[in-house]
């Protein structure tokens, strides 16, 4: 057996977030959720259940496939056509070409945070017993990274 699409069990008001929860409650006048009860813990759960004991279990949700992020829904796509990952790849190495190449640093006239600093920019890995002699030669690609 396969399973091509997954039913959400859950009803409007269990779907909706604390904001939609929030909204819905204004509009419906119910005066026990206010501004205090919306910013207070669990609140989500106490607007669900005064509003499950009021009868207003009408709330409209937008329908939202299991698993996709907050915000997006099946009736309203963003507006952006879909990318292929081709075109994020190509994307990436345009911006990634756009960049700045770094700027070259004058070894011989930094300090040993500054050194530091330098050795994690580029990647090269450091340890604790590392002077400012050692340093120097790891960024001049004398000695070999370690």
Request: glycine share 6%; charged share 30%; aromatic share 4%.
């Amino acid at each position: 057996m396969r399973i091509t699409r997954i039913e959400d069990p859950r009803d409007n008001l269990e779907k909706a977030d604390r904001d939609q929860l929030y909204r819905f409650a204004v509009r419906m006048g119910v005066k026990e959720i206010d501004d205090r009860m919306y910013m207070g813990g669990n609140a989500a759960s106490l607007m669900r259940m005064i509003l499950r004991q009021r009868g207003y279990t009408n709330i409209g949700v937008p329908q939202h496939q299991l698993g996709m992020p907050r915000g997006t829904s099946i009736e309203q796509p963003s507006g952006n056509p879909p990318q292929m990952l081709d075109d994020m790849l190509k994307e990436q190495l345009k911006t990634a070409l756009e960049k700045p190449a770094p700027k070259a640093v004058e070894v011989k006239e930094l300090t040993m945070w500054e050194l530091r600093k330098e050795c994690k920019a580029r990647g090269i890995k450091m340890q604790r017993t590392d002077n400012l002699k050692t340093l120097r030669e790891k960024l001049n690609g004398l000695q070999a990274a370690s």
